[in-house]
């Protein structure tokens, strides 16, 4: 059974970049879209972006200009960086893999395995 | 991107109650719609998938139906340990959008 943890510091000064780790256990990644998913205080989830272990990546176009997402060679670790954060970026980021099943003729996407999530702060 | 308003946002029931949330997407998705279940401090959990594909090993009590642009989650007899945070979100296109929400308490 695949298990994700989020790590990173929990605060990040304005105009800062936030950059968090999310690390795999228990199995592979290589079927997984390997995704970031944020939920500010208060408010629902928000889809950021997710990158396929072959590099191909897509990002929620609201943050495509501050944010990347990668994987390292050794596939145990993805991680995301934001860039030039404020107030708004405050939230708990989650990391999370999205699974394909084919299903009737049709491929079915949807978050199999998640992080418990990291709160960030971003304050000066 | 694709808009999903859900609704209520918060929600009062008893133990063995039917429980139903709504979900309307902004345009039509077909059946590209899961159903979440977040618990504070837990990493979600996908309960159904495709609409109103049960995922394995999620309790049967847990349903879900609809197509185009309106779904239904239903539990048909609350338990207590389905005190939590429901989200729908769609995957018909990117980027992948969630519902705001329905937080679910025990009467």
């Known amino acids: 059974q695949v298990q994700l943890q989020e790590s990173g510091p929990g605060l990040v000064k304005p105009s800062e970049t936030l950059s968090l780790t999310c690390t795999v256990s228990?199995?592979?990644?290589?079927?997984?879209?390997l995704t970031w998913i944020r939920q500010p205080p208060g408010k629902g989830l928000e889809w950021i972006g997710y990158?396929?272990?072959?590099?191909?990546?897509n990002y929620n176009p609201s943050l495509k200009s501050r944010v990347t997402i990668s994987v390292d060679r050794s596939k145990t670790q993805f991680a995301l960086k934001l860039s030039s954060v404020t107030a708004a970026d405050t939230a708990v980021y989650y990391c999370?893999?999205?699974?394909?099943?084919?299903?009737?003729?049709?491929?079915?996407?949807?978050?199999?395995?998640w992080g418990k999530g990291t709160t960030v702060t971003v304050s000066s | 991107d694709i808009q999903m308003t859900q609704s209520p946002s918060s929600l009062s029931a008893s133990v063995g109650d039917r429980v139903t949330i709504t979900c309307q997407a902004s345009?039509?998705?077909?059946?590209?719609l899961n159903w979440y279940q977040h618990k504070p401090g837990k990493a979600p959990n996908v309960l159904i998938y495709?609409?109103?594909s049960l995922e394995t090993g999620v309790p049967s009590r847990f349903s879900g139906s609809g197509s185009g642009t309106d779904f239904t989650f239903t539990i048909s007899s609350l338990q207590p340990e389905d005190i939590a945070t429901y989200y729908c979100?769609?995957?018909?296109?990117?980027?992948?959008?969630f519902g705001q929400g329905t937080k679910l308490e025990i009467k």
């Open positions: 999370a893999g999205e699974y394909s099943k084919y299903v009737g003729s049709y491929y079915h996407y949807y978050m199999d395995v």
């Open positions: 990158m396929y272990h072959s590099g191909s990546a």
């Open positions: 979100q769609q995957y018909d296109n990117l980027p992948r959008t």
């Open positions: 495709a609409a109103s």
């Open positions: 228990g199995g592979s990644i290589s079927t997984y879209y």
């Open positions: 345009q039509d998705i077909s059946n590209s």
